[in-house]
């Protein structure tokens, strides 16, 4: 079977060989043929003359060959046969009839030589011709002594003339053959490059669709008119137990992170998505409050042409269900415990306090009632920051907004931290706080500024220096908290705000913390309208940036 399907090529080239010389022969001939019949009507009587009846027989005799003789079987060049019988038949004719423009003819089997032969069949069929042409001069002397003179005298600058013609055509006829054979070499490279390059391209396709199909998260691609062009096996597994078969989907059973709440048409992460917009780990829930409903997180990415402008986009969402609950149980375990350890340790703190106020009490024993002291009052302060965490997860910050002096606030944090730096010979630095009136909570400002001092001194070094500034910026005011201590990594610095976070560096040392105060922090300058962020370089240390708008009114 191999063997038949390499033959067949080979025979199809064969057979073009055969066709193209026929062809090729069968143009003259036609050629010929014409003149031939012009001639007849003109002249007659020049059949009379044998040479060139001789010269057209030639001609014609080689077109049989042409046609007759299987040129398949035969090696390539046995084929410059027919080309140099046309160039003798022509030249012949010529002979005999020299005004009957028979040279031009000649272009034929030049152009046919030096398309099929190279630069030798060029240059052989310029020469061959030459030769036969000028040799027909002095036969004029054999067959015609009187008027040999003269003839000669008026047909040579012609024959100059064809001989420089047949030169030129022959020139340029492999010039444009060799250009043409070079695109062809180069189109084939190029195609087998092409074909190469197609195939590639649907092995990686082919690749990808098993990856995405064997990922456990949805993928959706899509273009910029908002049509679905891909979709993987977790996304219609997802889609299908709310009954939507394509699509995005999502449609009219989507709510917000309470699970409650519709998203707004326009509001909603498939849509945004739809319309260029990034998408960054949304939590959404899908299906009725009243039934089964399950935590989708969706994130989402535009992709743009080289021109800049939107050509769709991908989504990604994955089912985060177990997480979210395991989550919320967490939170209202935590809520609980500290409820129940927080009306305990506020009595044992009021005891303590009794009776450390008795004078009676001896020095040692006043001693170990200071530690207890100390440590519930620590043990009091993790309690109420898990309460904290729990209400502000669960129902949001309660704010008891009203005028307040910010730089009162920072004043006063600053002179409570003093004893807590002094211990480890930190010196604090008060800048210049310019007078804001701002509407806020002043005691949840003051809880995160004592949080954001109390972290600055912690993981300070020792005879290290905390600076605490404030300026008016175009937004409202900022306060920035600057230490000299350890500092931190770029991925320590993308956790340090998720709940119960500790970095790595500080989890084994002798500085406690629950993980808790950053998260806190950051959800009361939020709910106040601004934010709170880190700056921070390894061994150089950290500002802690509280951004606040203010009531200029």
């Known amino acids: 079977m191999v063997e038949h399907t390499s033959r067949m090529p080979r025979a199809g080239v064969r057979e073009r060989v055969e066709r193209s010389v026929f062809l090729s022969q069968l143009l003259l001939a036609a050629a010929v043929l014409l003149l031939v019949g012009v001639s007849v009507l003109t002249r007659p009587v020049m059949f009379a003359d044998p040479l060139y009846f001789l010269g057209v027989m030639i001609i014609f005799a080689a077109t049989g060959m042409a046609a007759a003789v299987p040129w398949r079987r035969f090696p390539k060049i046995y084929i410059v046969v027919l080309p140099l019988l046309d160039i ?65 005298t008026t047909q040579a600058p012609l024959l100059a003339v064809v001989t420089i013609m047949l030169a030129f055509v022959a020139s340029v006829t492999y010039t444009s053959t060799r250009r043409g054979q070079a695109q062809r070499v180069l189109l084939t490279q190029q195609a087998g490059l092409f074909e190469t390059a197609l195939q590639r391209s649907r092995r990686q396709e082919q690749t990808l669709d098993e990856i995405f ?78 039934q089964q409903q399950s935590a989708i997180l969706i994130s989402a990415r535009p992709i743009n042409d080289p021109s800049g402008r939107f050509d769709g986009g991908v989504l990604v969402s994955r089912d985060v269900t177990a997480e979210v609950r395991a989550v919320k149980a967490r939170d209202d375990l935590v809520a609980s415990v500290s409820h129940e350890l927080r009306t305990p340790l506020t009595s044992i703190l009021g005891y303590l306090e009794l009776a450390l106020d008795d004078e ?65 010979s930190i010196r604090l630095e008060l800048g210049h706080l310019p007078e804001l009136s701002v509407v806020a909570d002043a005691f949840r400002l003051r809880q995160v500024i004592d949080n954001v001092l109390s972290n600055a001194i912690k993981y300070n070094v020792d005879s290290g220096t905390v600076s605490v500034s404030m300026r008016e910026v175009a937004f409202g005011l900022e306060v920035r908290v600057t230490d000299t201590g350890r500092g931190m990594s770029e991925d320590e610095q993308g956790n340090l705000f998720d709940r119960f976070y500790r970095a790595d560096s500080v989890r084994g040392s002798s500085v406690h913390g629950t993980g808790l105060g950053l998260n806190i922090s950051r959800e009361i300058m939020r709910e106040h309208g601004g934010d709170l962020r880190l700056e921070s370089v390894k061994g150089k240390g950290t500002t802690a940036i509280a951004t606040l708008p203010v009531n200029r009114g």
């Open 88 to 152: 003798l038949g022509l030249t012949v004719a010529r002979i005999a009839e020299p005004n009957l423009g028979v040279s031009f003819l000649l272009v034929f089997p030049v152009i046919w030589m030096s398309t099929h032969f190279g630069q030798a069949g060029a240059t052989g069929s310029v020469v061959f011709s030459a030769l036969l042409l000028w040799a027909g001069l002095p036969m004029r002397f054999l067959t015609d002594p009187l008027n040999a003179s003269g003839y000669a």
């Open 213 to 290: 199909n064997a990922v456990d998260f949805g993928v959706v691609g899509y273009d910029r008119d908002a049509r679905v062009n891909f979709m993987n096996r977790a996304q219609r597994m997802l889609l299908s137990r709310y009954g939507v078969s394509d699509g995005i989907g999502l449609a009219e059973i989507v709510f917000k992170e309470d699970g409650v709440t519709p998203y707004p048409e326009h509001e909603r992460p498939t849509h945004r998505a739809m319309r260029g917009e990034t998408v960054d780990r949304v939590t959404v829930w899908l299906g009725s409050p009243d």
């Open 360 to 424: 009676r009490v001896d020095p040692d024993t006043r001693r170990m009632l200071e530690i207890a002291s100390k440590n519930a009052d620590r043990l009091l302060e993790i309690v109420s920051g898990l309460l904290t965490a729990a209400s502000a997860s669960n129902e949001g910050l309660a704010l008891n907004l009203e005028p307040c002096d910010i730089a009162a606030i920072l004043t006063e944090a600053v002179e409570s931290a003093v004893p807590l730096a002094s211990q480890r």
